[in-house]
T-cell receptor
Framework: GAGVSQSPSNKVTEKGKDVELRCDPI?????LYWYRQSLGQGLEFLIY????????KSGLPSDRFSAERTGGSVSTLTIQRTQQEDSAVYLC??????????????FGSGTQLSVL | QKEVEQDPGPLSVPEGAIVSLNCTYS??????FMWYRQYSRKGPELLMY????GNKEDGRFTAQVDKSSKYISLFIRDSQPSDSATYLC???????????FGKGTHLIIQP
């Protein structure tokens, strides 16, 4: 596709369940980011993948959060034992490479996660 | 004190007015400054990018960075109803891989 694709667009789950959110970046983009956007809050950095390097996980809020990127393309963000405070929009973004990471992120439309 | 402060608004102005949006920050290591525009239920999209201090103009949009005051601005001239959106400032520097975003200002342009 032409842009960053995220699925599902909406996810409603019960407290304590695990969820998986998917991101399909723009073809050829080596850098991939996950951000979280909570109501009334700015975008919170979660994790960053660059090529085959070890990911920067410094933004993950707890060990219930993990992410992987297979084959340098598709990424999955997993939240285990979801809590109500995990409710937010989870945004994925990609860029061609790290050199341009400070210039332009291409964002998907996000996954709206609601934990009941 | 948060690293980046931005008034969430809403800011409501009549069509044709000049709009001024601002952010302040505390981290002197920030070198890259961006403004993103986000429409409802969409991801943010880059609007303006500035490296270090100075001004940058693109059509009706002007971005200003004053590193000595740790203050950045976005000006929109001849504002249009289609400019109604949330505007997020973002910054990067000091070797960090991720951007630090403000909370965003919700802008409403009244026809």
């Amino acid at each position: 596709g032409a842009g960053v694709s995220q699925s599902p667009s909406n996810k409603v789950t019960e407290k304590g369940k695990d969820v998986e959110l998917r991101c399909d970046p723009i073809s050829g983009h080596t850098a991939l980011y996950w951000y979280r956007q909570s109501l009334g809050q700015g975008l919170e950095f979660l994790i960053y993948f660059q090529g085959n390097s070890a990911p920067d996980k410094s933004g993950l809020p707890s060990d219930r959060f993990s992410a992987e990127r297979t084959g340098g393309s598709v990424s999955t963000l997993t939240i285990q034992r979801t809590q109500q405070e995990d409710s937010a929009v989870y945004l994925c973004a990609s860029t061609p490479d790290r050199a341009t990471a400070g210039e332009k992120l291409f964002f998907g439309s996000g996954t709206q996660l609601s934990v009941l | 004190q948060k690293e980046v402060e931005q008034d969430p608004g809403p800011l409501s102005v009549p069509e044709g007015a000049i709009v001024s949006l601002n952010c302040t920050y505390s981290n002197s290591a920030f070198q890259y400054f961006m403004w993103y525009r986000q429409y409802s239920r969409k991801g943010p999209e880059l609007l303006m990018y500035t490296y270090s201090s100075g001004n940058k103009e693109d059509g009706r949009f002007t971005a200003q960075v004053d590193k000595s005051s740790k203050y950045i601005s976005l000006f929109i001239r001849d504002s249009q109803p289609s400019d109604s959106a949330t505007y997020l400032c973002a910054m990067r520097g000091g070797g960090a891989d991720g951007l630090t975003f403000g909370k965003g200002t919700h802008l409403i342009i009244q026809p």
